[in-house]
């Protein structure tokens, strides 16, 4: 009897891993590119390299940026899709949160962005934080499995406690308000600038 029951339980976890999703995402704060990292050898072009080799040795599915400039992200798109908007005006000026995923693994439903601020649907300083700060979010379905998820990322303020504080508050109620009816699970990477 225990036989019997064991084996049954084998080939039902082995069905299950076999029907399982898998889905590989990951975060980076690539470091906007400025002239004192320039002088001190920190060179932005020697960075973009290793940084897009890292990516496509990695090869995750969908990952999180955070400092990206403008045109650091002209650099890195030449290799994968993107999604997001500067902070400081909602088109191209300041650092990106910008979401980079694989077309060919991921379908875009639906994106957008909001501010970390009392007032979320323009750029503004949010609380006691010293820069703009943004959040970037898409909805997406994995082809081949049809399995449906969001993807936040963020870049909190390094300054701010209130700041910080009251922005995680506003990303859960974002994520409930961006998945309500749909239950599906929304996934979170950014940099927080706190401690483990």
């Not at 902070?87 to 000026?93: F, I, L, N, S, V």
């Not at 990322?153 to 504080?165: E, F, P, Q, S, T």
């Amino acid at each position: 009897m225990n036989k019997r029951f064991f084996l049954t339980a084998c080939t039902c976890a082995v069905a299950l891993m076999l029907n399982a999703q898998q889905l590989f995402v990951g975060s980076y704060n690539i470091r906007n590119h400025n002239s004192g990292d320039d002088r001190n050898g920190n060179v932005w072009t020697t960075r973009c390299k290793v940084l897009c080799d890292q990516v496509n040795f990695e090869a995750p599915d969908v990952f999180g940026t955070q400092e990206v400039l403008h045109e650091q992200l002209i650099d890195m798109r030449a290799h994968l899709d993107y999604i997001g908007v500067g902070r400081d005006d909602g088109k191209e000026a300041g650092e990106y949160s910008a979401i980079f995923y694989k077309k060919d693994h991921l379908q875009l439903l639906n994106k957008g962005n909001f501010w970390l601020s009392q007032t979320p649907d323009k750029p503004g300083l949010g609380w006691d934080a010293v820069c703009v700060r943004i959040c970037s979010w898409g909805e997406f379905k994995q082809r081949g499995t049809g399995f449906k998820f969001f993807f936040f990322n963020l870049h909190m303020d390094h300054i701010g406690k209130k700041a910080r504080v009251e922005s995680a508050y506003l990303v859960q109620d974002k994520m409930k308000e961006l998945g309500k009816g749909k239950n599906l699970p929304a996934i979170l990477t950014g940099d927080f600038n706190v401690d483990q």
